[in-house]
């Protein structure tokens, strides 16, 4: 047995050994954790002991988190940086306890239990920066794939077969304000002059002239929202028009000459083709602002919805219209559930299409994963159409059962009476998953941004919804 010298003198050898070891590539797992890891007693900390075990049964998508990881910088040089199980983890408890990425570095610092779930190690820190940049780095196609993964070990498990399922849709808002051509206009002309006063900044300065009419255009706004006569309000879009186009103007002489811009430093060179190509962004949508202004306004034409543009930010925004219900904008998400309570499909969609038009689509992507069609499907009632059922029976969906009937037979879409009730009541619990995903989950709103941003956050929000599902099933049955 070694004396307590020697165990001191090889414990400091190993010590400075570690301290002075150069930097690594990254990794895709973690590496073991200490002995000394809390043992927590909470139900968060269950459940997240719980997702735990999933993802540690699920290593594969490490794998896909990796390649993601890696796409862009060189993995064999540099320093460590997050594992790639680290992560992902880090993800899941951002979604899973609705988080921004400020409070998800607090949590990291501050609770062992969110250390030990992620895996960090003694001396990580992870700040917000470093945690946006990693978890955005996780496409879309990864998420959904890491979905699929999710699936195949919940078939395993004999907790989720498939084999019946139930349908239905919902908007998911994008993070805009309430959309008005006057707001629309004003914030592509604050904006173009915020990037024009930034050119000028450059050395050597820019030739390009402009002048600034944020005060004005500001007074314009606030006559628009005031005005009780359409003579009025009419006469301040007329002037809000024509900064526009000014605006407009000095942005496109001031194109050229920033993308031809050399600086003294490289640096200014770089800022100044990133300014030119964000004016050029800018001004396109600002033109369809102008266009959709001038019709509707001040040429009382209707402007259809796939036309309008409802932000300068979030161009891919769709006008969502459901029903009698107020107008959303965002995107529409069609979602297929199991008895599991798992969502099990998902289809992110432009426009804003019937839901007649994807009833089809998700059964599609259902016989795919699991290869095979469900033994019964029931969806809510607009989704009902001879051609969707004609589909499903096709496709030897036994019963394919719709909320409403609109002029569908009971006998044609069930075996019996008692089963389409039975369905058409099961149906309605999906509506509950998707309650959750929105209240808890974040998905009423989605705060990432651009049309890809958007995707991978649906997809976040429903893979950490499905871990929680399957901890708690886990959990309930251990």
Known sequence: MLSMVQFVRNSLVSLQITLTRTPEMRHRFTSQMTLFSPIMRSSIAKELKGISDILDATPSVMDR??????????????????????VLRCAILKQYRELTYEELAFHLEDSDAFRSFARLEMSQYPSKSILQENIKAITEE??????????????????????????????????????????????GIRIVTRWLQEGKELTPQPRYQFSDHQRVVKKRVMTILNAKKDEVRKKAYRDLLQYAYLVKGYAESAIPELTDYEGHTIQDTFTAHELARRLIRAIRILGKVIDQTERRVLRGETVLASEKIVSFFEDHTDIIVKGRRETEYGHKVFLSGGVSTMILGCLIVRGNPADTDHYQPLLAQHEQWYGRMPRQATADGGFASKENLAFAKEHHIKDAVFAKKRGLSVLDMAKSNWVYKKLRNFRAGIEAGISTLKRAFGLDRCTWSGWEGFKRYVWSSIVSYNLLVLARIRGASA
């Open 65 to 86: 988190v990796f390649k993601d990881l890696t796409a862009t910088h060189r993995s064999d040089t540099g320093r460590e940086g997050m594992t790639a199980e680290q």
């Open 142 to 187: 990864t998420w959904e794939a890491i979905h699929r993964d999710i699936l195949e070990f919940a078939a395993r498990e004999k907790i989720e077969k498939g084999r019946t399922i139930r349908v239905d849709s919902t908007a998911v808002e994008t993070n805009v304000h309430c959309p008005t051509d006057s707001t629309l206009l004003s914030d």
